[in-house]
């Protein structure tokens, strides 16, 4: 079982920043694959970046160069840097966590579908 909650969401001007937090209650997540989602409205659950096995990171293409995805393993958080936020970054994020039998399975961005753990969300507006 693992709990995640999301802060650091809110209201930002174009070409602004912002960092969002995931807050992740199990000491012990080496077998799930972490990172952050994005819904819009009207528009189906996106991943946006993604941690992987090797230490890596994986981006959306709409993404890249702007955020960044980071662990935190001594205080169990995960962030997410927004830099250079556009209108079209506006959605509720999610963090979540995939529970994988190999961590080596941790590679790229996953489909939303069968994602066996999800945050609440935080919203993120970004106004034009």
């Known amino acids: 079982q693992v709990d995640l909650m999301e802060s650091g969401g809110g209201s930002v001007q174009a070409g602004g920043s912002l960092r969002l937090s995931c807050a992740i209650s199990?000491?012990?997540?080496?077998?799930?694959?972490l990172g952050w989602f994005r819904q819009a409205p009207e528009k189906e659950r996106e991943g946006v970046a993604a941690?992987?096995?090797?230490?890596?990171?994986t981006y959306a293409d709409s993404v890249k160069g702007r955020f960044t995805v980071a662990l935190d393993n001594a205080n169990n958080m995960l962030y997410l840097q927004m830099n250079s936020l556009k209108p079209e970054d506006s959605a509720i994020y999610y963090c979540?966590?995939?529970?994988?039998?190999?961590?080596?399975?941790?590679?790229?961005?996953?489909?939303?579908?069968?994602?066996?753990?999800w945050g609440k969300g935080t919203l993120v507006t970004v106004v034009a």
């Open positions: 199990s000491r012990t997540y080496s077998n799930y694959c």
């Open positions: 979540a966590a995939d529970l994988v039998k190999d961590p080596a399975q941790c590679n790229g961005l996953r489909d939303s579908f069968g994602i066996d753990y």
């Open positions: 941690l992987n096995s090797d230490e890596s990171t």
